[in-house]
């Protein structure tokens, strides 16, 4: 059964920093490219950034360029999101998901269940 679980949201000041993390089980992956998404209310999902799992080759949304950094640890199965200088825009719950590129929702396969980052002014 494969899994994606998220962890590391929760509230923070503007400006401030969190570290998202997202733990995959249940098959091998390396084919596959590892995403970050977000959903605001009311919104749709959008695509934040995303890191081949087996070159580590990265993507961002322009959104987001510059602030967040996506990683991976092959050896946990695990891949990271740092989020920094956070703006109230980026009020958000973000969820992981693995895929096949090009990284739209559509060709998404897995989905983790999503982590709450609130921004406060």
């Known amino acids: 059964q494969v899994q994606l679980v998220e962890s590391g949201g929760g509230l923070v000041q503007a400006g401030g920093s969190l570290r998202l993390s997202c733990a995959a089980s249940?098959?091998?992956?390396?084919?596959?490219?590892m995403a970050w998404f977000r959903q605001a209310p009311g919104k749709e999902r959008e695509f934040v950034a995303a890191?081949?799992?087996?070159?580590?080759?990265?993507d961002y949304a322009d959104s987001v360029k510059g602030r967040f950094t996506i990683s991976r640890d092959n050896a946990k199965n695990a891949v990271y999101l740092q989020l920094n200088s956070l703006k109230p825009e980026d009020t958000a719950v973000y969820v992981c998901?693995?895929?096949?590129?090009?990284?739209?929702?559509?060709?998404?396969?897995?989905w983790g269940q999503g982590t709450q980052v609130t921004v406060s002014s």
């Open positions: 998901g693995a895929g096949l590129r090009p990284l739209v929702a559509s060709n998404i396969l897995y």
């Open positions: 249940g098959r091998t992956f390396s084919s596959l490219a």
């Open positions: 890191i081949n799992w087996s070159s580590g080759n990265t």
